[in-house]
């Protein structure tokens, strides 16, 4: 199969960064309809919509600006510095954002996207260990691509893509599934309308039996630690999981992107935590959020772990109580000395507990839909596996495709 190597500027007809609505000025964001992405949001996906929004006052008094749907977005430095993402409708971005404008005549934009992936680690590298200590627009317009002819690009982005598309439905299934236990927390717990409601006495506005403690009195909790990253001993050939803050996003986890050593557990603050323990980001970008563990894993100090004080495991009640207050949460996170959440403050944060006949019963019911969000979870990542392995043979020709 024959390649031509361009830069990649060279098949774009545009490249351009974005940029950010001064944060201060309401106007720029309250009832906001433009989506606007942070590169907290690039993380080899399709973008069809975005946490944040931005009004018309934002965007003609900043540098962001609209780039069209199947643009590319490569995060030239932050956590995600080196991924990439598609546009799937037209967004703006923040300045750390790269974004690139395909020619659809010379290339397909799948293919230029798969490419990216392909060179992630390498983009990171010059992201971070570099001199300049970030990517910029220059240097991803200036860096090398090997491209077939289109129609055998076409052929392999579509057959890249056919797995992104079942992984794709599957994280659709999974929203479902969470929305779905979200809303029987809701009806439960906020509307008071649990089985049995109808004969339930209140007292002080809470069913009679319920109590309001401290998380202290319910939970233990630890936070983690990182292992020396001069040994690395302490990373290779590690079989123990290990969850950095950027991993916790409100769901479960079922693996992480690094592993441990047993000897760096020994010699670090890292602890080994039980299956179904709670983490909760401290701080960092993802500071609030939540995560359960499917087995046993360790995580660094940045985040919070929750573990029972008896043999009760009711760690869905809690997750979806922390999920519930978490503007309370950010407020007094914010509001400290120290701009993040301590173990401190989590342990004298109040919550609710229910009867235990009450709470066992939700338990048994959000243990149903999270099984189900698991093996979602577990197909969509072998299906990821089979793509990656896929990737770099398709790429360089060595596994022969036909236009």
Not at 105 to 112: E, G, I, K, L, P
Not at 122 to 129: I, K, P, T, Y
Not at 314 to 330: D, G, N, Q, W
Request: aromatic share 10%.
């Amino acid at each position: 199969m024959e390649y031509l190597i361009k830069h990649i500027g060279d098949i774009c007809r545009k490249v351009c960064s974005g940029g950010t609505p001064t944060s201060t000025n309401a106007l720029y964001y309250e009832g906001g309809t433009i989506p606007w992405v942070n590169t907290n949001e690039v993380n080899f996906c399709n973008i069809y919509d975005t946490n944040r929004k931005i009004t018309e006052e934002g965007l003609n008094h900043s540098a962001a600006k609209y780039i069209p749907a199947n643009s590319i977005i490569v995060a030239m430095y932050g956590v995600t510095a080196g991924k990439s993402a598609i546009a799937k409708i037209p967004l703006t971005t923040n300045q750390a954002c790269c974004n690139l404008i395909i020619d659809e005549s010379q290339a397909d934009y799948r293919y230029v996207y798969y490419f990216l992936l392909q060179q992630s680690e390498n983009l990171n590298r010059l992201a971070n260990g570099g001199a300049q200590q970030n990517l910029n627009a220059f240097i991803i317009k200036k860096y090398k691509i090997t491209l077939p002819v289109l129609p055998i690009q076409q052929k392999i982005a579509s057959i890249l893509s056919a797995y992104d598309s079942l992984i794709e439905n599957n994280t659709k299934r999974i929203r479902m599934l969470e929305q779905m236990a979200e809303n029987l927390y809701k009806e439960w717990f906020v509307r008071f309308r649990f089985p049995g409601h109808e004969h339930t006495e209140f007292v002080d506005g809470l069913p009679k039996g319920w109590k309001v403690l401290k998380i202290k009195d319910c939970y233990r909790t630890c936070s983690g630690g990182t292992p020396s990253r001069e040994k690395p001993e302490y990373y290779i050939n590690g079989s123990i999981p290990w969850v950095k803050t950027g991993e916790i996003q409100d769901s479960i986890i079922i693996d992480t992107e690094e592993k441990i050593t047993s000897e760096a557990l020994k010699h670090s603050s890292a602890k080994l935590l039980p299956r179904n323990s709670l983490l909760m980001a401290m701080y960092g970008v993802n500071i609030g959020k939540l995560g359960i563990l499917t087995k046993q894993m360790s995580c660094n100090q940045a985040a919070c772990a929750f573990l029972p004080n008896n043999e009760k495991k009711t760690f869905y009640y809690l997750f979806f109580y922390l999920k519930s207050i978490r503007e309370y949460l950010l407020i007094i996170g914010f509001g400290a000395a120290q701009q993040n959440l301590s173990q401190s403050i989590i342990n004298n944060i109040r919550i609710t507990i229910p009867s235990e006949i009450i709470l066992n019963d939700f338990e048994r019911n959000i243990f149903v839909l999270y099984k189900q969000i698991e093996l979602l979870q577990r197909q969509s990542a072998l299906l990821a596996r089979q793509r990656d392995l896929l990737l770099p043979r398709l790429m360089s020709g060595k596994l022969e495709v036909k236009a």
